[in-house]
């Protein structure tokens, strides 16, 4: 995940790209899946600092992502029959952070985000923790 903004003392916004990983699963018997998803941020966020050097942080808005999907079945007399698609749409992230302010400059957190794709019927949230390092200009 990269993001870049501007933030006044508080409120800010951002623009990223998020990269959500893939998974995958094979029964062993010929038929296997994949699933990935990739997007684009546009939201707000804000940097509280209750002490010194002490932050929390909480950022939302809007994702728009693509989900690519393959799938290889096995038709019993040792051929494969392949699928693959691609799907599209904008939906929303929110996240919660924590870490420490080193300087004016520099700070280092961990984040917790959540981001949600979700077109007819298929609802695909994906949660995740990462560590974060910043720098401000």
Sequence with gaps: QINGGWRSQFIGFEAGY??????SENDGLG???KLSGKGWTLGLNGHFSPTGKWYISARAG??????????????????TTHYSGSEHGMNGYAGIGTGVDFDRHWSLGVNFDYYNSNKQHANIDTMFYSVTAEYQF
């Design 18 to 23: 998020v990269d959500l990983g893939r998974v």
């Design 62 to 79: 809007f994702f728009g992502w693509t989900l690519d999907a393959r799938a290889d079945l096995a038709d019993g007399m040792g051929g």
């Design 31 to 33: 038929d296997s899946a």
